[in-house]
């Protein structure tokens, strides 16, 4: 079993002492994960390191939930690879420890709010594209526009005088929409050609 600690440095706290005090309440740790965000990237990659690193029994220390993650969607998505892994997470500010019961139970409520945060936005983007569609706008990506001379290049491809990806560039189309639009007019692809057998060598 191995203790980690992980420290999130913004662009307004740049130093590690108050995180480095909280944390020296454990001490001992097997390595320091330090983050440290700029201007240029706001990318959690010692994270991710931290993260990918993780067995099962190890235990994660951070200072404070917002010292470890951005929002409560966030520090879910983040657990849940940390459990995964067999691992466990103390927040040392917030007295969570995922060990424990308590912890247990807050994690159940907050994957309860999330659930009903996730249902409710989703039930808002389905509200407004059914107001959309009702004022007549377009929902989605605009149709892929095909050349007029589209079913004679299905036509020559489901005879086998062309290859998809000869079609696909002819029609100006990447493969897989020009087999998706082909198969929609009804053209299936050539029968496989069988390979010629090789005589074995002495």
């Known amino acids: 079993m191995s203790r980690y600690a992980y420290m999130l440095l913004d662009q307004i706290e ?5 995180q480095a005090m909280q944390l020296d309440t454990i001490g001992n740790f097997d390595k320091i994960y330090v983050e440290r965000l700029t201007p240029r990237s706001d990318k959690l990659e010692q ?3 931290l993260l990918d690193v993780l067995v099962t029994g190890d235990v994660v220390f951070a200072a404070a939930a917002d010292r ?8 879910l998505d983040v657990y849940f690879q940390i459990e995964a892994k067999g691992a466990e997470l103390v927040l ?13 139970q807050s994690l159940k409520i907050l994957r309860t709010f999330a659930e009903l945060d996730f249902e409710f936005q989703s039930e808002r983007k389905k509200q407004g594209i059914q107001i959309a569609r009702g004022q007549g706008r377009r929902i989605g990506r605009p149709p892929v526009a095909i050349p007029a001379a589209f079913r004679d290049i299905c036509q ?5 005088q062309l290859t998809g990806r000869e079609a696909a560039a002819l029609a100006n189309l990447r493969s897989t929409s020009f087999y998706k639009k082909a ?19 002495k």
């Open 14 to 18: 740049k130093e590690v002492s108050r």
């Open 68 to 75: 470890f993650c951005r929002q409560s969607r966030d520090f």
């Open 47 to 49: 994270r991710q390191k």
């Open 183 to 201: 198969a929609e007019l009804g053209f299936k692809a050539p029968p496989r050609q069988p390979r010629p057998k090789t005589t074995p060598t």
């Open 156 to 160: 020559r491809w489901s005879q086998g």
């Open 92 to 104: 040392l500010e917030d007295g969570f420890d995922s060990r424990s019961a308590t912890g247990r």
